[in-house]
């Protein structure tokens, strides 16, 4: 059996067609498991008009997605969890070619497809995926930082299933991190163990304001940095692994381009040159750093027209 973790904040126009993609899925053996964050808004109500006995409802004072979804995987009876958020959706296939991938490369602790975005006009644009180690259509990605560091994250939240035991070992997802926390816990996840991945796109990425450069971001990264902390530990007692040192760079690339688009300009200056440190050939620091002292007029303009 699978076992689906769902976190739930203030989700009541999503939560519905998200829950109805996991019901009409080709493998039906499996658990859903909501953890209700402390949501302010109808969503509980809509979750419970959805009548099922896999589904099951927890609620918790709202502490955040990495609390919500170890609460999920704590309650979890499945050797396999299969992670998706709640505005997020599946196509019929995908847990089917989850577990297919699971029974091909069963010495593998990750399990991982494709996924496409869908912006808020509706618009559906695919990933670009990269320095796959792999022709067929699915295979072992045993260069994960490689891929990481020149495409879209090739392992998504929403697209992703994972042993149990594995993700127990890391002690789940970290928590009292605002932005990256997910990223950390695939790094960790891929330091210990196999990757299998499907070129196939089985989910949709549903993006709200702020994931393009017309809008802000839709929230502000950790001033401490916890998640380049711990990629720097990660690295240094595993820095013979392909890829990490410059997957650190390419962190602190993306703090960069949060930082600019907030006007933080010495954020954005101090970010690049961490990142030029363990990268120096990562052109898009430079095009950061030459917004950062260009002045403010000029720097919004290409903002508003930069696309990532």
Not at 149 to 173: D, R, Y
């Amino acid at each position: 059996m699978i076992s689906i973790v769902i976190p739930l904040y203030n989700k009541k126009d999503q939560v519905s067609n998200t829950i109805a993609t996991v019901l009409a899925q080709t493998y039906q053996d499996f658990e859903v498991i909501i953890v209700n964050d402390g949501s302010t808004d109808d969503s509980v109500a809509e979750v419970e008009k959805v009548q099922d006995s896999r589904i099951r409802l927890i609620h918790q004072q709202n502490a955040g997605v990495s609390v919500a979804r170890n609460r999920g995987l704590e309650a979890s009876k499945g050797d396999l969890i299969a992670f998706l958020d709640a505005d997020d959706e599946w196509t019929p296939g995908y847990l089917e070619t989850q577990y297919q991938l699971f029974r091909k490369y069963s010495d593998c602790s990750v399990f991982a497809c494709n996924y496409e975005f869908r912006d808020i006009s509706g618009k559906t644009s695919p990933t670009i995926i990269r320095e796959l180690p792999f022709t067929g259509e699915d295979g072992i990605l045993s260069n994960y930082f490689e891929v990481a560091c020149c495409s879209h994250p090739p392992l998504w939240t929403s697209a992703i299933m994972v042993k149990k035991n594995a993700i127990q070992a890391i002690g789940g997802f970290p928590v009292g991190i605002k932005s990256g926390e997910d990223l950390l816990t695939w790094a960790r996840l891929s330091i210990r163990g196999q990757i299998a991945f499907c070129k196939t796109p089985l989910a949709i990425y549903n993006l709200g304001e702020g994931y393009d450069y017309t809008h802000l971001p839709p929230r502000r990264q950790d001033r401490n940095d916890p998640v380049g902390k711990s990629l720097l530990q990660l690295y240094k007692s595993h820095s013979s692994v392909i890829g990490l040192r410059h997957y650190i760079s390419h962190w602190h690339r993306m703090r960069a381009s949060v930082a600019i688009r907030f006007g933080e300009r010495k954020e954005t200056i101090r970010e690049v040159l961490i990142g030029l440190y363990y990268n120096p050939f990562n052109a898009r620091l430079i095009i950061f750093f030459l917004l950062a002292i260009c002045p403010s007029k000029i720097r919004h303009i290409i903002i508003s027209k930069y696309q990532s």
